[in-house]
């Protein structure tokens, strides 16, 4: 699995305390079907067709060595199978309607770039956030990263759905300040329905992370229409962590916005969910007030069909 770089974020306020640079790596072994980054579930470097910069010049076609790329009536077409990614296309094209996602970035590279944020992170009491995809995948590569930061007394928050063995993410603890833990649905069946997988292993580590002291925990559940939203799942996921994790600092509620509709399409797939209207504010507040019965520190935030 190589390690690629979706994105890195500056100034991001929602990804943890203060101001924060985040990270976004690419590959995720969870397939949410609300996925508000489709650009980070796969592993492989792919490439996003902006319609409204194409000239329809066939330039990117006639540089294609595998002949991977094709055009109908609905546009661009890439055979991911042929692609070598040599990024002749990329290249050649002159309107720059082609953009690769995915970037090989050496660590002390990286470490350089979080670094030029410095005086926010101390500034806010921020840091850097690594998120996806899922960061905890990239083990080796995170190690290495994590400790350079430490070393420079970063604060260091990890953004994870949880789904691996729990080892991958013990060797991690020791270097970090704050873990953003994803609990989407209780409902074993609804979970597999919704991300691809049951949530067996994440509740398991779920559990294991309720019994330490450090590093901070906060749970994050995203509200999503017809899927996550409903109380009966917030009510099953409070008793949850009230019993497994009296730990934690935090339970935020994230109501669903659709601003990815566009990312779906410049992939060119369709989103489920396109047509899905934001949440009504009473019903945030009223979950929100159902969560705070289990754990006294939940919040909700994010768009709602009220606000201005």
Known sequence: MEDYILDIQRMSTEDGPGIRTTVFFKGCNLKCLWCHNPESISF??????????????????????????????????????????????????????????GEKIEVDALVHELMKDLSFYKNS????????????????????????????????????????????????????????????????????????????????????????????????????????????????????????MPNISKWELLSFNNLSKEKYRLLGSVWDYEKEELLQKEKMIKLCQIAQKYVNKATWSGATKLEV
């Open 125 to 244: 009491n921020g840091g850097v956030t690594l998120s996806g995809g899922e960061a905890v995948l990239h083990q080796n590569y995170l190690i290495q990263l994590l400790k350079k930061l430490k070393e420079k007394s970063i604060h260091i928050a990890i953004d994870t759905a949880g789904r691996y063995p729990f080892e991958m993410l013990e060797k991690l603890i020791p270097y970090t300040d704050l873990i953003l833990y994803d609990l989407k649905v209780y409902d074993s069946n609804l979970h597999k329905k919704y991300t691809g997988v049951d949530n067996a292993l994440i509740k398991e580590n779920a559990i294991k992370l309720g019994k330490l002291s450090k590093p901070e925990i906060w749970i994050r559940t995203p509200i999503i229409p017809n899927s996550t939203d409903s109380e009966e799942n917030i009510e099953a996921l409070g008793a949850f962590i009230r019993d497994n």
């Open 44 to 101: 492989q470097k792919e490439k996003y067709w902006i319609r409204d910069k194409c000239m329809g010049c066939n330039s990117c076609k006639d540089e294609c060595p595998s002949q991977a790329i094709s055009f109908d009536g609905e546009g661009m077409k890439v055979d991911n199978e042929l692609c070598s990614f040599c990024l002749n296309c990329v290249e050649v094209c002159p309107t720059n309607a082609l953009e690769l996602k």
